[in-house]
């Protein structure tokens, strides 16, 4: 039998509320579609931290290595600052594993209505590929004169050679799998000529690797019109580690929901685990209540099953999924009155009403 090792690291906030639920319906899954899984799950995050002074152990990375895949919930806590929990847990993880490329499908689910006029089911189906190791948010800058007037600070965004063409290849790649076969190539190359203008430079190199994918160049700017006022003309992207990282916000409120929208960290050379975690934060309003939305996890889990080579089963859990939004089950956000553990037996339940699976 085929078995995985699954790392669940379900963190704040509403993080184990959705990552519970994906592991109810990993479970189904994996006794209907004939593998198993074995799920060490960490305690890892901002309650860790009040008590050992540590989001995770000096050995985390140690610990997580042998994992097929990381299955992780969110980070963040409303009295620990954003740059100790973030930088204490999700991104020693991205990092230290060169989680390079930051994948997000995003796409109208039957059911959820889009704040786009006349935007529905089909109208909207990108793949947000984010540069996810350097750029940015390659943390170099540093501050001087602390507390005086001339008090200075810098961020330096850092774009390498090998990082920007191995995210371009990948985005090429995946662009090359999808049936419509374009890319868009987001840049700022107008107002930053160094390395955005070395950003573009090396997309058109790796573009004559790739003569069956067509492709465009969009400043981030004008992004924001076309993917409100165009959808349809888009369908691979990528983008920096800051623009993707707020582009992907806005495509999932285009979609419908933070709550459905999902992640991958991966390592596409798979030296290391990758990363599957929803887009959402630890969402503290809704924390505790039953009411998260369980929709981002389990698109979460259907990318991670695909990464494993589990396609049927990846599959088979999106339909459901479907079919379950189609059917009007759904949380508050995005227009229905069912709560957390109602969706996930909604779909643990059209699960089972699948004759087979792979
Ligand atoms: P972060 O900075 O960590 O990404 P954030 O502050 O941008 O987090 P979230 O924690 O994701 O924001 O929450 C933003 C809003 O979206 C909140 O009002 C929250 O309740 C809502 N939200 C996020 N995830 C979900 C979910 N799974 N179900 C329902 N509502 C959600």
Not at 94 to 120: E, H, K, M
Not at 138 to 149: D, F, I, N
Request: net charge negative.
């Amino acid at each position: 039998m085929r078995h995985y090792r699954i790392a669940a690291i379900p963190a704040d906030g509403i993080g184990p509320e959705v990552i519970d639920a994906g592991l109810e319906v990993l479970d189904v899954l994996a006794s209907r579609a004939g593998f198993s899984l074995t799920v060490d799950r960490y305690d890892w995050g901002s309650d860790y931290y009040r008590k050992h002074g540590v989001m995770m152990p000096a050995d985390g990375l140690a610990q997580l290595k042998s994992a097929d895949a990381i299955y992780f919930g969110a980070v963040g806590d409303k009295d620990i600052p954003d740059h100790i929990t973030l930088w204490g847990l999700r991104l020693p993880i991205c990092q230290g594993f060169d989680q390079y490329a930051n994948l997000r499908p995003t796409r109208i689910l039957p059911g959820v209505t889009s704040p786009l006029r006349d935007v529905g089911v089909g109208d909207l189906d990108w793949l947000i590929i984010r540069e996810n190791s350097e750029g940015e948010y390659a943390g170099v800058g540093g501050r001087a004169h602390r507390g005086l007037p001339e008090e200075v600070a810098t961020e330096v965004a850092i774009f390498t050679r090998v990082g920007v063409e191995r995210i371009m290849r990948c985005a090429f790649d995946c662009a090359r799998a999808r049936p419509r076969k374009h890319l868009t190539v987001v840049t700022k190359s107008n107002a930053q000529r160094f390395g955005m203008v070395f950003w573009d430079e090396i997309a058109a190199l790796v573009a004559q690797d790739y003569p069956d994918v067509t492709w465009d160049k969009e400043l981030v700017d004008a992004m924001t019109l076309r993917m409100v006022c165009k959808p349809r003309s888009l369908d691979t992207i990528v983008a920096t580690n800051l623009h993707a990282d707020i582009l992907s916000d806005l495509a999932a409120a285009l979609a419908g929901s933070l709550g459905v929208a999902p992640t991958g960290n991966v390592d596409p050379q798979r030296r290391y685990p990758s990363m599957f975690e929803p887009i959402h934060g630890s969402a503290f309003d809704i924390a505790g209540q039953g009411i998260a939305n369980p929709v981002a996890s389990f698109w979460t889990a259907s990318m991670m099953l695909e990464h494993l080579g589990e396609r049927a089963a990846a599959t088979a859990l999106m339909d459901a999924v479907e079919r379950v939004c189609a059917a009007g089950v759904m949380t508050r956000d995005i227009g229905g009155s069912a709560t957390t553990a109602e969706v996930t037996q909604a779909v643990v339940a059209a699960l089972a009403g699948v004759n087979a699976i792979g």
